[in-house]
Each structure stands twice: as C-alpha cells, then as structure tokens.
C-alpha cells in the first residue's frame, strides 16, 4: 500500500510563516497530482493548492500570493511554503497523492493523516 506522512504543522503567530511536507512511500508506481486540503472546525474540507507531475500548479483564491507548492518527484514529498499566515488559516491541513501502484492500475487518491496549523497571537 501507500503511506502518506506529513510534518511541518504547528502554531504561529499572524504574519509568520510555515512550510508544510509530505512524503509518499510504499508500493508506487507513478505519483500523478499531488496537493493540499484544509478542513477548519465546523466547516468542509477545501482544496488549497494542487501540483501535477510535470509542475503546473493550482491554487485556492484565498492563498494566492501567499503560498506556494512544490515537489520533489524523485523523494515523492510535496511541500506547501505558507507566508503572510491569517487567524482564517487555522486548519488541520492534509495531504493527498494521485497515485498508481503499477503500469496497469487507475491512480488512486492517498490521504495523510493531517497536520494542525494554528494561526494566533
């Protein structure tokens, strides 16, 4: 199967910053997109931003400007780089992978366990 593992979560005060990781082992064949959600308490769980293979990049209109993705697709580890952090940004943040576990199987999406970012002063 495939594990997820995310680090990186956290508190931190407005203004500050944050660099989300998460690494993708176990039986894979090829790892498509790669991205973040947030789910805040009481509410659904939105896509923040999202990374193909090749590097195109999306992102939620509420982070533009202030967080980036990226990947490292030889250590199958997508990061998400916060600047400029809000009180609205307290989420658990979670991680997923579109991933095929060999030549023949549709890619299915893996989840990380989630990771706690507070932003308060």
């Known amino acids: 199967q495939v594990q997820l593992v995310e680090s990186g979560g956290g508190l931190v005060q407005p203004g500050g910053s944050l660099r989300l990781s998460c690494a993708a082992s176990?039986?894979?064949?090829?790892?498509?997109?790669m991205g973040w959600y947030r789910q805040a308490p009481g509410k659904q769980r939105d896509l923040v931003a999202a990374?193909?293979?090749?590097?195109?990049?999306n992102y939620a209109d509420s982070v533009k400007g202030r967080f980036t993705i990226s990947r490292d697709n030889a250590e199958n580890t997508v990061y998400l780089q916060m600047n400029s952090l809000k009180p609205e940004d307290t989420a658990v943040y979670y991680c997923y992978a579109d991933v095929a576990i060999t030549r023949a199987t549709i890619p299915y999406d893996y989840w990380g366990q989630g990771t706690p970012v507070t932003v308060s002063s």
């Open positions: 176990g039986s894979i064949f090829s790892i498509y997109a």
């Open positions: 990374i193909t293979s090749g590097g195109s990049t």
